[in-house]
């Protein structure tokens, strides 16, 4: 089961209008979506992304006519919406990272404590999976991946690990690498409770499935289809996510030009010349009671944006 993280935090955000036209840019298991739905009318809307097929065939359960599901990344959402003759909305919610059913299946390899096959792609049906990349990444490139997007101060002493043991014998499943990265980094090294293995496999699944690039190209589509007083929605679980969106809304409340060195590939975020966005509040975390029931909820970090109203 999916416990969908600040779920009233975030439909509470939204301020749903209820003729409103609305977007779930990650759907899951639908329980941001089901909530929604709740506060529109007969004639409200909400249009479903996500790029996982088993969450595709979740979402298709939904009998609501007000409902309908696309799969797909949400980096063409833009253009996508404009196919279904939809160019404005009055909200939209990314609610990032991987889910529960997506940890919790063994088969598909996220999580260090599976001992299914190494596959670590979201959208199953498309792209290379992280057994074949690891079969053939350099060295080099394998600690600048863990490095860059794990943050992990040992990358390059668990790349070399990785490479010396894929010459024995071939990396197919998640818990051999999770053994790997284990072996290299002992309890004593690390002063945190998680797992030793924790960083590199958030590294290789952002890598592989190019979620900060798809977040920083879905970040300006959402403002250019927001109505007047549409709220932009985005829930966070990683340092490097939450980094790029509030950057992001920063640059868009004050029209100032973003910030030298953000490494967005060819600067997806482009520049505002003009104040598109108002910042609602701080950022919101996940109260205590929250995190007991749901360990999964303690690094999210959620923040909200409303669009300016039009100039000219």
């Given amino acids: 089961m999916h416990i969908p993280v600040l779920l009233h935090q975030a439909v509470d955000a939204l301020a749903i209008k209820p003729e409103g036209t609305y977007v779930d840019a990650?759907?899951?298991?639908?329980?941001?979506?089901?909530?929604?739905?709740?506060?529109?009318?007969?004639?409200?809307?909400?249009?479903?992304?996500?790029?996982?097929?088993?969450?595709?065939?979740?979402?298709?359960?939904?009998?609501?006519?007000?409902?309908?599901?696309l799969h797909g990344d949400f980096?063409?959402?833009?253009?996508?919406?404009?196919?279904?003759?939809?160019?404005e909305i009055d909200g939209v919610l990314l609610d990032l990272g991987v889910s529960s059913p997506q940890l919790d299946d063994s088969a598909r390899g996220f999580s260090f404590r599976s001992t299914g096959p190494l596959d670590m792609r979201m959208d199953t049906s498309n792209g290379q999976t992280a057994a074949d990349w690891l079969a053939t990444v350099t060295e080099d490139r394998?600690?600048?991946?863990?490095?860059?997007?794990?943050?992990?101060?040992?990358?390059?002493?668990?790349?070399?690990?990785?490479?010396?043991?894929?010459?024995?014998?071939?990396?197919?499943?998640?818990?051999?690498?999770?053994?790997?990265?284990?072996?290299?980094?002992?309890?004593?090294?690390?002063e945190i409770i998680k797992h030793p293995a924790t960083r590199t496999f958030q590294a290789i699944r952002i890598y592989l499935n190019r979620e900060l690039e798809e977040l920083s190209q879905v970040l300006p589509q959402c403002v250019a289809l927001l109505n007047s007083g549409g709220r932009l929605v985005v829930i966070s679980f990683h340092s490097l996510e939450d980094r790029m969106v509030k950057q992001f809304m920063r640059a868009a409340a004050t029209a100032d030009d973003l910030p030298r060195g953000v490494p967005l590939r060819e600067r997806e975020l482009q520049r505002f010349s003009r104040q598109t966005l108002h910042i609602i509040g701080k950022a919101v975390h996940p109260g205590e009671l929250e995190i007991t029931g749901n360990a999964r909820a303690r690094s999210a970090v959620m923040r909200v944006a409303e669009r300016m109203a039009f100039n000219g």
Avoid at 29 to 49: D, K
Avoid at 75 to 87: A, D, F, I, K, R
Wanted: charged content about 25%; overall charge positive; cysteine-free.
């Fill in 26 to 69: 990650t759907f899951g298991r639908g329980g941001h979506s089901s909530l929604i739905l709740s506060r529109l009318s007969e004639h409200g809307r909400l249009i479903a992304f996500d790029r996982d097929p088993d969450a595709v065939v979740a979402g298709e359960a939904i009998t609501d006519k007000r409902f309908s599901i």
């Fill in 75 to 87: 980096s063409g959402m833009q253009s996508v919406l404009q196919n279904l003759g939809v160019t």
């Fill in 142 to 190: 394998l600690a600048w991946v863990i490095k860059t997007y794990g943050e992990e101060r040992f990358a390059k002493r668990i790349a070399r690990a990785i490479v010396m043991e894929r010459t024995k014998r071939s990396i197919v499943t998640a818990a051999q690498l999770a053994g790997i990265v284990a072996a290299v980094i002992n309890t004593r090294q690390r």
